[in-house]
């Protein structure tokens, strides 16, 4: 059962992450929603965890760009989750870490003692997991969403 769940667990949250949004718009538009992110006229979202202002990175879903984000009030931070070898969720987005890391090979047969100490190449930063976003949204009392996307 723990296998097969590690197996489809990008599809559980890709189709919770879309029915989530799809709700929230839904209730939107039909003007009936009671949740204060979708009592405004217009919602922040961040893609991959993104935050283009005053000391962001253009590296995808980093925890610096993350806190930016929650201290901005950014109503829903998208971010993509990958599961590590011994089932840790963290954030990433590419299929492989050939290409943005000083690693290579998949996040899904590494350990997560591997992966927090892989480092970005173009921006130095280490690749968070999700527990260190739970974290940092308690830390500020924040009520964003945050999307979870693979």
Known sequence: MASWFRRNLYYIVG???VGVI???????LKGGARSPITSKSKLIVAH???????????CCNLISNIEQNIRANTDIIEMDVQITSDG?????HDDTLDKETNSSGRIQNKTWAEVKNI???SCNQTIP???????????YNSSCYLQLDK
């Open 15 to 17: 189709g919770i992450s």
């Open 22 to 28: 799809g709700y929230l718009a839904y209730r939107f």
């Open 48 to 58: 991959c965890g993104a935050w283009d202002g005053a000391n962001g990175s253009k």
């Open 88 to 92: 840790v969720a963290v954030l990433f």
């Open 119 to 121: 480092r970005y190449k």
């Open 129 to 139: 997991s999700l527990k260190q976003v739970v974290d940092l949204i308690k830390h």
